[in-house]
């Protein structure tokens, strides 16, 4: 028995024959005139064209066809079947001059800087391939069904032409990033990348474990029973959590828990439903400000920040102001040099040394608030006069709205507890609501950097961060104010009993963790 | 009557300007009568948009700038048709 490492590109468990793919081998082709090879060439791409028309549309759905458009639009046009007919005309044969076309494209897209392109590489591989199977009337062979599939590399087309029903996917090459990749998590293929293959000779069975990372050649009675536990042990989970994503999350004493999402951005929200969330709880607005040479306009934040209101339909969504400096820089506002950015002018602390950005965010936001129940969250407060400054900010801004007599509506404005002084007298700050960082809270109160691998241990949630938690709980219930936690502990499901039991009733999380989020919640007992 | 035309718009889609919205492009580009070209400056250098390969080989990355030009009848409407499709990040979402 062996296990091979390697790194989870789609979820899941697989088990089955291992099926090595290995390079096609093709039949010597006979050469004619350079017309006849031009005409040779044109006639396969269109025989390519036409064979991955017919696979996207017995794959419909988003990421098939997109996949496939692609391909199919590199064989539209003109420029790649050029390059190779200039090759013809200087005397080369069809295949030699198709593959230095795409050879040279290929090495082009593997060297980029970007993951995303690199990856693409293999879409271009990939139609490559499917024009010389044309070209030589020959192909790959068919992949069994229900088999763990082992290859270097694992063409797109060649993934949607595979009946997978229970196989899986091990690659040599490969990143979570690739088509194949995108297609596998959609279809619920387990696969795993970065396994070396050549170690697979010999062997017959395997289980493919994406959970743990891990392939396992050839196993044991004990490996096998240990295995079928897990994966029994998953499809509960799945199971589980599936029932609860479209339900409101209730603890199983009855009380209604809110699960909201974490967002950096409108582009999150595009694989959300939203009737399975209670709203936005945190929006980040770095997004806008990174990488570019000016400051996004009122109108450009005004329509961004509208957009995640309307994806919302009257559920809150909670926008936080620019949160530059610490691990966020911002060229031309951020501080430059710092020595210890995390503890510098960052958050409200910039903000308000540069109230003229701030401004403009204030007026986009208070404009979007038109659109439905949006609120206001002002990060890193450490005084209660800083966010007494921001709130006259904010009222004056919708008063210069409402000069103008532009639509606007001042929302409510809450701040983001995170540093420990603030979180120690919370009653000292006048906010509509409170939402609680726990990330940058946890680094602040034990003093152990949010990057310090090597202190992971140190940087822990202690009980004095539950007693911290709990205080505010209890000032929000007293004075009918709100609070959320928004950091990366609510995501967490281990975490949820422990947040429950401080008083929260409201969790902001990263939309992958919805679900788990609400099976955690309905695995609680509660006191009303 | 010839027409000229250009603008420049910021690409905000996650990846820059990977294989899907790149399809959408050359497709729009297509629709239109005019010559038009993306540029990573207002000075060139100058690629045909309505070619998903050179498209794909400028690498646009997220929140780049991308200028836009075209020359022909229906030169201003294409620009502005463009720009719009970019700005609407692609329809990617709904």
């Known amino acids: 028995m062996i296990r091979l490492a390697g790194t989870a590109a789609a979820p899941g468990l697989a088990s089955g024959r291992l099926v090595r793919l290995a390079a096609v081998e093709r039949a010597a082709r006979r050469h004619g005139t350079p017309e006849e090879e031009r ?156 396994i070396d293959t050549a170690r697979l000779n010999g062997h017959r069975e395997a289980l493919l474990d994406a959970e743990e990372g891990v392939l396992i050649l050839d196993p044991d009675a004990r490996e096998r029973s240990e295995f079928e536990r897990r994966r ?35 582009d999150d929200l595009a694989a959300v439903d939203p009737a399975h969330t209670d709203g936005v709880g945190l929006m980040r607005t770095e997004f806008m400000f990174h990488g570019r040479e000016q400051l996004p306009g009122e109108e450009e934040q005004y329509r961004a920040y509208r957009r995640v209101v309307e994806w919302a339909q009257d559920r809150p969504v909670t926008i936080r102001t620019l949160d530059a400096g610490g691990d966020k820089p911002v060229p031309g506002l951020t501080l430059e040099g ?51 400054r921001c709130r006259a900010l904010l009222v004056h801004a919708a008063a210069e709205l409402d000069a103008k007599g532009i639509p606007a509506r001042r ?14 007298e919370i009653e000292r700050f006048d906010a509509d609501f409170y939402s609680i960082g ?24 202690s009980s004095g961060l539950w007693r911290l938690i ?59 | 009557m010839t027409q000229r035309a250009n603008g420049s718009v910021v690409v905000r889609h996650e990846v820059g300007m990977h294989a899907r919205p790149s399809v959408k492009l050359t497709q729009l580009a297509k629709s239109f009568a005019a010559k038009i070209d993306l540029g990573a400056s207002a000075d060139g250098p100058w690629i045909d948009a309505k070619s998903i390969v050179k498209v794909m080989r400028t690498r646009t990355p997220k929140d780049a700038v991308l200028h836009i030009r075209a020359e022909g009848a229906d030169a201003t409407s294409a620009v502005r048709a463009l720009i719009e499709l970019i700005e609407r990040d692609f329809e990617l979402e709904t």
């Not at chain 1, 540069?354 to 005084?383: D, H, N, S, W």
């Not at chain 1, 929302?411 to 120690?424: D, H, Q, R, S």
């Not at chain 1, 992958?512 to 099976?519: P, R």
Request: charged share 20%.
């Open chain 1, 39 to 194: 005409a040779a060439l044109t006639t396969a791409v269109a025989a390519a064209r036409d064979a991955l028309a017919a696979l996207a549309e017995r794959n419909p759905g988003e990421e098939a066809s997109g996949i496939l458009a692609f391909q199919i639009e590199l064989l539209q046009e003109g420029e790649l079947p050029g390059i190779a007919y200039e090759a013809i005309a200087k005397g080369g044969t069809a295949e030699a001059a198709w593959q230095a076309a795409l050879e040279a494209e290929i090495v082009d897209y593997e060297s980029s800087t970007f993951p995303y392109f690199r990856a693409r590489a293999s879409d271009l591989r990939d139609l490559r391939e499917r024009v010389l199977e044309a070209l030589f009337g020959s192909g790959n062979e068919p992949i069994p069904a229900g088999a763990i599939v082992a290859a270097d590399d694992l063409a797109p087309s060649r993934f949607l032409a595979t009946d997978w029903d229970g196989g899986g996917i091990v690659l040599r090459r490969g990143s979570a990033t690739s088509h194949v990749a995108i297609l596998a998590r959609s279809r619920g293929v387990p696969m795993l990348v970065g």
């Open chain 1, 232 to 266: 029994a042990a998953h499809a509960a989970r799945l199971a589980e959590e599936a029932v609860h994503l479209a339900r409101d999350a209730t603890t199983a004493s009855g009380e209604r828990v809110r699960v909201l999402i974490n967002i950096a951005g409108p």
């Open chain 1, 338 to 388: 710092e020595s210890n950015p995390f503890l510098g002018v960052r958050g409200v602390r910039l903000s308000l040394r540069r109230p003229e950005v701030l401004g403009v965010q204030l007026r986009a936001l208070a404009r979007a608030a038109v659109a439905g129940p949006l609120k206001i969250m002002v990060p890193m407060v450490t005084t209660p006069d800083e966010f007494a």
């Open chain 1, 411 to 424: 929302p409510p404005l809450g701040m983001m507890v995170e540093v420990p002084v603030a979180a120690l």
């Open chain 1, 438 to 461: 726990s990330n940058d809270l946890i680094q602040y109160l034990n003093a152990v950097s949010r990057d310090a691998a090597e202190l992971a241990a140190l940087g822990r949630p």
């Open chain 1, 470 to 528: 709990r205080a505010i709980c209890e000032h929000g219930r007293r004075t009918r104010r709100e609070v959320t936690l928004c950091g990366d502990l609510a995501s967490d499901p281990r975490a949820v009993p422990a947040l429950l039991e401080c008083g929260l009733r409201a969790l902001s999380v990263v939309p992958s963790a919805i679900a788990s989020v609400k099976a955690a919640v309905a695995r609680q007992e509660t006191r009303a």
